[in-house]
């Protein structure tokens, strides 16, 4: 069972950048699956990007395509989250989750139902 903390969040204008890190202890992360996930008060969790133990299966949702980078280190036992081009629609808090670990490092979910481990979250708020 691993622990997530999630680092990084904040206040920006729109157009801005910011680059959330989630550190992942409790044993090696080859086999975890791990994503992003992102929640607005009233709202259910939203899926934002996901990526392999192997980090070469990727997934993201449509409207962070082109704008979000998700990539891994597992190395170091984190997972990132690049931001770019941040829109007023992108303020919530953002979630680090993972699943596993698996036998196949090429899995990936998009369903919150799917991981087991979530962080605290980070806030991310974007003013216009």
């Known amino acids: 069972q691993v622990h997530l903390v999630e680092s990084g969040g904040g206040l920006v204008q729109t157009g801005d950048s910011l680059r959330l890190s989630c550190a992942v202890s409790?044993?090696?992360?080859?086999?975890?699956?791990l994503a992003w996930f992102r929640q607005t008060p009233g709202k259910e969790r939203q899926f934002i990007a996901t990526?392999?133990?192997?980090?070469?299966?990727?997934s993201y949702r449509d409207s962070v395509k082109g704008r979000f980078t998700i990539s891994r280190d597992n190395g170091e036992n984190t997972v990132v989250l690049q931001m770019n081009n941040l829109k007023p629609e992108d303020t919530a808090v953002y979630f680090c989750?993972?699943?596993?670990?698996?036998?196949?490092?090429?899995?990936?979910?998009?369903?919150?139902?799917?991981?087991?481990?979530w962080g605290r979250g980070t806030q991310v708020t974007v003013s216009s």
């Open positions: 990526i392999s133990g192997s980090g070469k299966k990727l």
């Open positions: 989750a993972a699943a596993g670990p698996f036998h196949s490092d090429d899995l990936y979910f998009v369903d919150s139902h799917s991981y087991t481990q």
């Open positions: 409790g044993g090696s992360i080859t086999r975890i699956v």
